[in-house]
């Protein structure tokens, strides 16, 4: 190599911030080299225009990404990612206990609010009734009403889409009685899925629900 050109690769160099001399490139994704792969992106780098580099991964535990995957990353700041074979790909976390148990405490609690179908004696046709937990403890409330006689025949019962329905004493305890029983069901359903996570974390946490018919 001359000197000329040993003059201007100097100059070049020389011109570069200690971030761009320290990571060629701007855009990284961080990961755990010495993991099995498909290796879980840990963090995302934009390494230029920093004042210190203090604190920064090094290389090695860096993958670096065109400018291009880094406008995806930002588009989709949410996905998962991961390193295999030098390439970014989506990822899917393994499950675990207690993110499973996390789902099914969620979907047990929309499962108990889903309603249940109800035909009072002035309805022509079963009523869809609230059965989220407010609700329940209000048709508690009017089931106590109801048995001590103080419930008047024809009162109408309030419903979640702003409507009502004419209900007799022996409806409102009906009713209390389907609610009950559909939220135990749901809640016994739940128990068993628990149990069966112990040993299968691939179990199908939507299928065996109780009927709110």
Not at 52 to 78: F, K, R, V
Not at 104 to 123: D, E, M, R, W
Not at 171 to 182: Q, R
Request: hydrophobic fraction near 40%; charged fraction near 15%; charge should be negative.
């Amino acid at each position: 190599m001359t000197d000329e050109n040993n003059t201007v690769e100097m100059a070049a160099t020389s011109a570069k911030s200690p971030d761009q001399i320290a990571y060629p490139d701007r855009y990284y994704a961080q990961y755990d080299p010495k993991g099995a792969q498909p290796a879980p992106v840990i963090a995302w780098w934009d390494m230029w225009g920093r004042s210190s580099l203090d604190g920064l991964p090094s290389l090695s535990d860096l993958l670096p990404m065109t400018a291009d995957q880094w406008n995806q990353h930002i588009s989709q700041p949410q996905a998962s990612q991961a390193v295999q074979n030098g390439k970014i790909v989506p990822y899917t976390p393994p499950k675990t206990l207690a993110g499973q148990q996390g789902i099914l405490v969620s979907l047990t609690a929309q499962k108990k609010a889903l309603g249940v179908y109800f035909q009072p004696t002035y309805a022509s046709a079963p009523v869809l009734f609230p059965s989220d937990d407010t609700a329940y403890a209000n048709a508690l409330q009017q089931a106590q009403v109801a048995q001590l006689g103080a419930w008047t025949d024809g009162t109408a019962w309030t419903l979640a889409d702003g409507s009502s329905v004419p209900m007799t004493s022996d409806d409102v305890t009906a009713l209390f009685k389907k609610l009950a029983k559909y939220r135990g069901a749901c809640q016994t359903h739940a128990a068993a899925l628990n149990a069966t996570l112990q040993h299968d974390l691939n179990a199908d946490l939507t299928a065996g629900w109780p009927d709110n018919h």
